[in-house]
């Protein structure tokens, strides 16, 4: 069962050695990302990332990913130090960033790129499971953002919003028109989210929201209801 599932954002920028110099918008974000982290990461769960990417597959602790397309020469692990194959998306590179910075190295999560054709996952619903789903918003929410303003970026934000702030898994479903003409980074990520999480009700809280760079970004925390 996915006991809880903690929302952060995909930006690389989050890494303090690519986002060199903005700390003062991005400080708040990496302590709500670190702490969101720590608090699903209890009772000895198994630790599952789901990031979008080009095509849906898995990936074993051991998978890498670097950052050296943004000039910087950093590989890091998963959920495992030592050697493996560099397979990681931008996504799940900066899970891996998250997760060392909340958890320390070897904290042992799996992982899933989310590609355009992803339902529901393989995972394993018998084992307790906390799950981390990592994803941006419109990149279009100002004038100065990557893909410029968009007149609906705004309200595309919103609805992601208030998905993240009622714990109801079929909400997160992506809208796949509207959300690439958004540039919604977190889209396919979302959309594998919310088949898994559609069946249990969740306690959430919306942790952290707001556009730093135009760019969508949100931390959210789910717990399963004990009912």
């Known amino acids: ?22 700390d003062s918008e991005l400080d708040e974000v990496r302590a709500e990302s670190r702490q969101a982290i720590r608090d699903i990461a209890t009772g000895g769960r198994r630790l599952v990332v789901i990031g979008s990417g080009a095509q849906t597959r898995r990936h074993d602790p051991s998978a890498r990913g670097t950052f050296g397309g943004f000039g910087v020469p950093l590989t890091l692990g998963l959920g495992a130090d030592g050697p ?25 999560a799996s992982g899933w790129t989310a590609g355009a054709d992803t339902t529901a996952l393989e995972l394993d619903h018998d084992a307790p499971t906390a799950l981390l789903v990592v994803g941006d918003g419109s990149a279009c929410r100002s004038e100065k953002a990557p893909g410029y303003l968009h007149p609906r970026a ?29 540039l919604v980074a977190g889209s396919r990520a979302w959309e594998a989210a919310a088949w898994e999480l559609e069946a249990v009700s969740y306690e959430a809280e919306l942790r952290y929201e707001g556009a730093p760079f135009g760019v969508g970004y949100f931390v959210a925390t789910w717990t399963a209801s004990r009912r």
């Open 84 to 108: 493996g194959p560099v397979e990681l998306p931008p996504s799940l590179t900066t899970a891996a960033w998250l997760l060392r910075d909340a958890l320390g190295p070897g904290c042992g």
């Open 154 to 182: 705004a309200e595309r934000d919103a609805i992601a919003a208030d998905a993240l702030r009622c714990g109801e898994g079929d909400r997160l479903h992506a809208w796949p028109d509207l959300d690439d003409e958004l």
């Open 1 to 22: 069962m996915i006991e809880a599932v903690a929302f952060c954002p995909q930006a690389p920028a989050l890494v303090p050695e690519v986002g060199r110099g903005l």
